[in-house]
């Protein structure tokens, strides 16, 4: 069975600064995805990234970008120029395949300081 | 269309009554996935659909949960003599079948059920 861990529960950051968000899976699968979703308090779930396994190229949407290592099994977030609207769970995401469930980690709570 | 929508939003019942739920997908998403989210943890998935057809049921359904998707558009969750247990928030996604790569998932904004 696929596995995510997040190995940091809470994370914070200084507004302007930069933070790495740390995500390691497991599987046997060579066909999947990676996903990083975002939960703020009491709103919905909203995709951030998102990574093809086939893909040597590290994603990169705007302020965020992955670190994904295939061979290590990781997959970290980097958000540069930190707002304070970043502040969030942020939860780490596996997909078999192109399209099926999501296996996520536990989440990391990000505190944004002014 | 605005997105997924899930009613009620938050649920209060007393252990041992039946709950359903509706989520509404967005109107062309072919897929609907049911998750269920603790407190401190990352949401875990429930089952899922293509169209009205409900492919996988995780082992976390236990027989007093039912869902059912009958035109392939909104779903249902209902579950049976209620557990405090099953307090959580269950949220629902869907997703469209298309090129790869295209593959987000969309969420709700959950229910929250309580068992009292």
């Known amino acids: 069975a696929q596995t995510v861990t997040q190995s940091q529960p809470e994370m914070s950051v200084q507004e302007a600064e930069t933070v790495t968000l740390s995500c390691t899976y497991d599987?046997?699968?060579?066909?999947?995805?990676l996903f990083w979703y975002k939960q703020p308090p009491s709103r919905q779930m909203i995709l951030v990234i998102r990574?093809?396994?086939?893909?040597?190229q590290n994603a990169t949407e705007n302020r965020f970008s992955v670190n994904f290592q295939k061979a290590a099994k990781s997959f970290s977030l980097k958000i540069s120029d930190s707002q304070l609207g970043d502040a969030a769970m942020y939860f780490c995401?596996?997909?078999?395949?192109?399209?099926?469930?999501?296996?996520f980690g536990k989440g990391t709570l990000l505190t944004v300081n002014p | 269309d605005t997105g997924v929508s899930q009613n009620p939003r938050h649920k209060i019942t007393k252990r041992g009554q039946n709950v359903t739920f509706r989520c509404d997908p967005i109107?062309?998403?072919?897929?609907l996935y049911w998750y269920r989210q603790t407190l401190g943890q990352g949401p875990e998935f429930l089952t899922y659909?293509?169209?009205?057809?409900?492919?996988?049921k995780s082992r976390l359904l236990s027989d007093r949960f039912s869902a059912e998707r009958p035109k392939g558009s909104f779903s249902t969750l209902e579950i049976q003599r209620t557990e405090q247990g099953d307090s959580a928030m269950y949220l629902c996604?869907?997703?469209?079948?298309?090129?790869?790569?295209?593959?987000?998932?969309?969420f709700g904004p959950g229910t929250r059920l309580t068992v009292l």
């Open positions: 996604a869907s997703s469209a079948i298309s090129r790869r790569g295209d593959n987000e998932q969309f």
């Open positions: 599987t046997s699968e060579s066909d999947y995805y």
């Open positions: 990574q093809e396994a086939y893909k040597q």
């Open positions: 995401a596996y997909m078999r395949g192109s399209n099926y469930k999501l296996t």
């Open positions: 109107s062309e998403h072919n897929r």
């Open positions: 659909f293509q169209n009205e057809a409900q492919l996988e």
